[in-house]
């Protein structure tokens, strides 16, 4: 279990690695839930083909799908960008902060240098 | 595939900036989430050279980081592989991150920038693109909004 979250992130990022994928969760966002069939309607790939990405989304548990009798209505489920983006922010505060010390350094040694004359 | 990416101006030339991201005397001066001091960091400057660094936050923790240099080129490049070994995030210990650090010389002194992927998987690495993450935030930030809105 302790590679749980990272393998969770690799799927999210893995599923969102893709451009049509993306356009998928674009477009419900845009849409709360939408039929199979409706969701599919403005991409240029056939049903089986959208099919499959819906399945590489919710493997990842960037959607959620149910069945109203024979139609198979898809919604986006945000906990699993939430952790995507949590995983950004949290490296991106990591690596800003050490940067700004990094900067810091290199100037003092730049000007150590310079007094130096290099 | 996504990845933070990073870029900083700083006021020294490329081979001075070299030298403080990947020795262990520059690695002491600033890796690390906050203002607390490194305790202790090793660097084997070449490919497949290891490195480690040890560093307290200020919680009184101590979080240690080791990885391996994948690429070397001075003064414009180095890539490391990197996981943390104690401390730091426990749910991701055995996911090895990829961390790139490019140079560019500019007028001022040096364009550095960070890219940090989250990916571990070498292989799924290679099959994604790069580079997507500007769009990845965006949608990302729609989503933010739309929570916060």
């Given at each position: 279990m302790?590679n ?8 999210i990022f893995a599923?969102?690695g893709?451009?049509t994928?993306?356009a998928i969760?674009?477009?419900?966002k845009?849409?709360?839930s ?9 991409f240029?790939?056939?049903l089986?083909?959208v099919?499959k990405h819906?399945?590489?989304?919710a493997r990842?548990?960037?959607?959620r799908r149910?069945k ?6 898809v ?10 983006m949590?995983w950004l922010q949290r490296y991106?505060?990591?690596w800003?902060?050490s940067?700004d010390?990094l900067?810091k350094y290199a100037?003092s040694k730049?000007a ?7 | ?17 070299f ?7 520059g ?5 690390g989430p906050?203002?607390l ?8 400057l070449?490919?497949r ?6 560093f307290?936050?200020?919680d ?17 490049r180095?890539v ?8 730091g995030e426990?749910r ?5 991150s990829?961390l ?8 001022t002194g040096?364009?550095l ?9 070498e ?11 500007g769009?990845?935030?965006?949608l ?7 929570r916060?809105?």
């Amino acid at each position: 279990m302790v590679n749980y979250h990272a393998h969770r992130l690799d799927g999210i990022f893995a599923a969102l690695g893709d451009p049509t994928r993306r356009a998928i969760l674009a477009r419900l966002k845009r849409k709360d839930s939408l039929s199979v069939s409706a969701l599919a309607e403005p991409f240029a790939i056939t049903l089986p083909a959208v099919m499959k990405h819906l399945d590489v989304l919710a493997r990842a548990g960037l959607i959620r799908r149910s069945k109203h009798g024979r139609t198979v209505t898809v919604e986006i489920a945000t906990d699993s960008l939430k952790t995507a983006m949590d995983w950004l922010q949290r490296y991106e505060r990591f690596w800003s902060s050490s940067l700004d010390r990094l900067a810091k350094y290199a100037e003092s040694k730049e000007a150590e240098a310079r007094r130096k004359g290099h | 595939m996504s990845n933070v990416t990073i870029v900083r101006c700083i006021a020294a030339r490329p081979a001075i900036v070299f030298e403080a991201l990947a020795t262990p005397e520059g690695l002491m001066s600033w890796w690390g989430p906050d203002d607390l001091p490194v305790v202790a960091a090793t660097a084997d400057l070449r490919v497949r050279g290891r490195f480690q660094v040890r560093f307290r936050t200020a919680d009184g923790l101590e979080h240690e980081c080791a990885g391996q240099f994948l690429e070397i080129v001075r003064p414009e490049r180095i890539v490391m592989s990197w996981q943390w070994i104690s401390g730091g995030e426990p749910r991701e210990r055995e996911a090895v991150s990829r961390l790139e650090l490019h140079l560019r010389a500019i007028e001022t002194g040096t364009e550095l920038t960070l890219v940090h992927a989250a990916l571990h998987d070498e292989a799924s690495a290679r099959n994604h693109e790069w580079g997507w993450n500007g769009a990845l935030d965006k949608l990302l930030r729609n989503f933010d909004e739309t929570r916060t809105a």
